[in-house]
């Protein structure tokens, strides 16, 4: 029996690719398996009787490689993992040219033999990968709704354009209202701004008379009947609806984010940070999962890209770049959390003001703001402190 070997692991849907090198580098073993706990089950414990000490390393970590890893994880193993885009480079130092779920996973295993600093998988809480979930469909209802709104405002256009100019459906959901009952120039005419206040009033929407004198205006200047309005009518009809329906499935994943997210242990502390709301605080959990595993402020901002790299070459020393490979879900967080608290947060603004003057762009400025803000909110969480505006006190050693 071997010493040692390292298993790499070619995750995929429908089955996983399975290779494990010597110390040498040479193949001991090459088996596809299907996603299902006993195969999965089955070839590990062949890969486990090849050596007294096996590593293990995959490439994705998505709901494809769910189960695999919960079944290694419940059998005690230590998984590592390797980013697809590494394996994609490594694979070019590699003979032949080919791409096969084999060849992938035997790059996978031989970079683990080589490179003892990828990253170990841990199993995460339950709560971390409900979040997970929740803010990924949340993520997809809000693109669902604007490409809804794209197709609902081309079709308008087929009916009335100045209509469609007026229409504020992204700002205002008693456009989506309206449009769901009344499409037609005429039909809105006929109706008039009185009963279309009325009908948008019961519906609870804001600025219902605004909304409807705006509509009104828009239909009187348009007399003609456009070609194909009746279909057209339909679909903006039909597209409307769909629009309401998105509305309210977006508030019900908020609803349910907000309530797993008050459950974590750091909710208070996270959201006490001006600028971050429930919904960027879901996404960071989502993105960090265990927040003890940051290291420190600066393993923080290198994780969500807003470290600067240094870019040498020869005499030209000094220069940095923005880096090419971080977590862009944090980047995100941290971004749209320090636009949101220059506009709510005076000392947020002071210092954007600060960078503006010193010649940055706003992207930049914003940036720099982010960056200052990693420092805060892990400290933040190390502490484990809700933010206030004056320095904690601390009291000198005896």
């Not at 308008?156 to 459906?169: D, H, N, S, Y």
């Not at 279309?196 to 509509?215: E, F, K, P, Y």
């Not at 508030?251 to 006490?272: C, G, M, Q, W, Y």
Request: aromatic content about 6%; glycine content about 6%; hydrophobic content about 45%.
């Amino acid at each position: 029996m071997r010493d040692r070997v390292w298993a790499g692991i070619d995750v995929g849907k429908e089955h996983h690719w399975v290779v494990a090198v010597d110390t040498d580098g040479r193949t001991v073993l090459s088996r596809r398996v299907f996603n299902d706990e006993s195969a999965i089950a089955s070839v590990v414990g062949e890969v486990v009787n090849l050596a007294d000490e096996v590593s293990w390393t995959v490439d994705l970590t998505t709901a494809y490689a769910a189960l695999l890893l919960c079944v290694l994880w419940q059998a005690g193993h230590a998984v590592h993992y390797l980013t697809g885009r590494s394996v994609h480079q490594a694979s070019a130092m590699y003979r032949g040219e080919g791409k096969t779920d084999a060849r992938d996973a035997k790059v996978i295993a031989d970079q683990s033999r080589m490179r003892p600093d990828l990253p170990q998988l841990r199993p995460g809480e339950d709560l971390i990968a409900e979040l997970r979930m929740l803010t990924g469909h949340r993520a997809d209802l809000v693109a669902d709704r604007t490409r809804t709104i794209n197709r609902l405002r081309q079709q308008l256009g087929a009916v009335c354009p100045a209509l469609e100019r007026t229409a504020e459906i992204t700002q205002h959901r008693g456009w989506a209202i309206l449009l769901a009952r009344y499409q037609r120039p005429k039909a809105i005419r006929r109706a008039g701004v009185d009963r279309l206040t009325r009908m948008l009033a019961d519906a609870g929407v804001r600025n219902a008379a605004a909304i409807a004198q705006s509509a009104v205006a828009a239909a009187k200047s348009q007399t003609v009947r456009l070609p194909g309005e009746d279909v057209a009518a339909e679909l903006v009809s039909e597209l409307a609806k769909g629009v309401i329906d998105l509305d309210a499935r977006i508030k019900l994943a908020d609803t349910a984010i907000e309530e797993r997210f008050r459950r974590h242990r750091l909710a208070e502390v996270i959201t006490s940070l001006p600028g971050m709301g429930f919904r960027l605080g879901a996404e960071f959990l989502a993105a960090v999962g265990d927040p003890s595993q940051i290291e420190s402020a600066d393993h923080l901002a290198a994780w969500a890209g807003l470290a600067p790299v240094p870019k040498d070459s020869g005499k030209r020393t000094g220069r940095l770049q923005t880096p090419m490979r971080y977590n862009r879900a944090l980047r995100r967080v941290f971004y749209m959390s320090a636009l949101t608290s220059v506009r709510c947060h005076p000392e947020s603004r002071i210092y954007y003001d600060r960078k503006r003057s010193e010649g940055k762009r706003p992207i930049q400025a914003v940036v720099c703001l982010a960056r200052r803000r990693t420092n805060v909110l892990f400290a933040l969480m190390r502490d484990n402190r809700t933010w206030t505006s004056q320095a904690p006190v601390t009291t000198a050693a005896a």
